[in-house]
């Protein structure tokens, strides 16, 4: 699938459609599109690569993280080899078999948005690097539940700050915890603030309750944690 329409000064000038990757990523629609039999080889690796709530860790976010699809190009062209369940390589897949596979053109259209939504990640990623920023975002994909969106960024060091904060940005929306945000910005690798928005009083309840446990463990490290 080649769209000559996508060129990398389009891209930077195109707003994210990140709705429409993660409604790529969302449980129902990726277990749909799997019964589809011109185009489930290049899912099924994605689909047995995602997490669970109940039970996931550290390794399992690495390799989602370094499956999302904006590293692709850039591992390569370092002679790596991908990830089965890369997310463009699967999309990429879908799109290119189109002809033999879907038929239904707003399916089509949300594919083609869905790795537009990564094309543009990449672009801006690459031009916050040329200025010496830090700017990316991916989708970590559940089985059981919606994608969390992941966005990390900090700003080129200056005189007044030579090293500025990484900051962290998780998004999810699902049926279990309602609509979440959580913004982490660590300073100086020891300073750490965790700001929490939910809609629903009893996920920030248990939330309040957990960062009490966090403030334990980050002291055992010599970090401090501010609320």
């Known amino acids: 699938y080649i769209n ?8 930077l000038l195109r707003p994210q459609n990140a709705e429409a ?9 990726l277990n749909r599109l799997i019964t589809d039999p011109g185009i489930a080889e290049f899912l099924l690796p994605l689909l ?34 991908l990830r089965k369940s890369d997310v463009k390589s699967a999309l990429l897949g879908v799109l290119n078999s189109s002809r033999e ?22 672009v801006q990623a690459a031009q916050a690097q040329v200025k010496g920023e830090l700017l990316f975002s991916f989708f970590i994909p559940f089985s059981d539940t919606n994608p969390v969106k992941v966005g990390v960024s900090r700003a080129a060091p200056t005189e007044l700050q030579s090293a500025p904060p990484l900051v962290i940005n998780l998004h ?26 939910a809609v629903e009083s009893r996920v920030v309840a248990a939330a309040s309750s957990a960062s009490r446990r966090l403030l334990e463990h980050f002291r055992e490290f010599g970090l401090r944690l501010r609320k």
């Open 4 to 11: 000559e329409s996508m060129t990398p000064a389009s891209l």
């Open 21 to 29: 990757l993660a409604a790529f990523l969302a449980p129902a629609n």
């Open 48 to 81: 047995k690569n995602r997490l669970t709530t109940a039970r996931f860790g550290p390794s399992d976010v690495k390799s989602a993280f370094e499956s999302c699809g904006i590293w692709a190009e850039g591992m390569l062209a370092q002679g790596k080899q």
């Open 101 to 122: 596979g879907l038929e239904d053109a707003a399916i089509l259209d949300h594919l083609r948005g869905a790795l537009g939504a990564i094309e543009s990640v990449q």
């Open 172 to 197: 999810t929306k699902n049926d279990s915890l309602g609509e979440v945000w959580l913004k982490t910005q660590i300073e100086k690798n020891e300073d750490i603030e965790i700001v929490m928005w």
